[in-house]
């Protein structure tokens, strides 16, 4: 099922888009919009091409919402970026997803002048960062990210950022360097010098750190995580096996999915 949405497709609060089964492609037009909206679930479906216009490009846009998950989304080559979480939004969970073929993969924080922003808690959970990606995954301004048991196989100038302080709670993630010896750094800190930036709570945690790959930590060590509704996370030498069904799955009706 192929579609091409003319204008922004605006998801109210209580609603499900389940593509299990049905093998969905939304391409080639507007977005997929979450505005001043909760409890919603997007599953199981492809996302490419979305084009700005009648939408502002992104494959997925959440504005002021909260409660929301998106889950076994394969995404890529969308003209903004393939997530946006602004403006006061929490209480989302990205997981197992496919992001491939982009530039500002996923943005979590409107502005470094709106600390409505603050309030924000996500978890990046269990995805598949793949091929042809650059940056943003994810940058995060003013609150808390959970970046849990991801495979960061492929990035161009940086895999996690941000800036105004935020949170990036790094656990059990395996980050692959390019080749480039310039991009080996996983983290990269925006308008802020490093006597600023040192007091920024960014920690890594069980993470597996390949081809020269390295996470500069700051802030203070993590305190516990085994909290109600906090992922535990697995080592890094786990992540393949925690991610070979990321993206879109491959469903038939009448089958288990």
Request: contains cysteine; hydrophobic residues 40%; charged residues 15%.
């Amino acid at each position: 099922m192929a579609i091409s949405l003319s204008e922004e497709l605006m998801v109210a609060s209580n609603k499900t888009i389940d593509g299990r089964g049905a093998n969905v492609h939304i391409y080639n037009g507007a977005q997929i919009t979450l505005q001043f909206v909760r409890n919603v679930i997007i599953h199981g479906i492809h996302i490419h091409g979305a084009k700005a216009g009648n939408s502002d490009g992104d494959g997925i846009s959440i504005f002021g919402s909260t409660d929301i998950w998106i889950d076994h989304i394969s995404m890529s080559n969308c003209e903004d970026g393939l997530i946006d979480a602004v403006m006061g939004s929490n209480a989302i969970t990205i997981s197992n997803c496919h992001f491939t073929k982009h530039n500002d993969v996923m943005l979590l924080g409107a502005s470094d002048s709106y600390s409505g922003d603050s309030v924000m808690q996500i978890t990046v959970a269990f995805n598949h960062f793949g091929r042809g990606l650059v940056q943003r995954m994810p940058r995060v301004r003013w609150g808390f990210v959970h970046v849990v048991n991801n495979d960061y196989t492929h990035w161009e100038m940086y895999a996690i950022g941000g800036s105004q302080h935020p949170t990036i709670i790094s656990q059990g993630n395996r980050f692959i360097a390019p080749s480039d010896p310039a991009c080996k750094e996983v983290t990269k800190r925006d308008y802020a010098v490093e006597s600023v930036w040192k007091s920024w709570n960014w920690r890594s945690e069980g993470d597996l750190l390949l081809n020269g790959a390295f996470f500069v930590q700051s802030g203070n060590a993590i305190k516990t995580m085994n909290k109600p509704g906090v992922i535990n996370a697995k080592p890094g030498g786990h992540v393949s096996m925690l991610t070979r069904f990321s993206g879109a799955l491959d469903c038939v009706r009448g089958r288990p999915c």
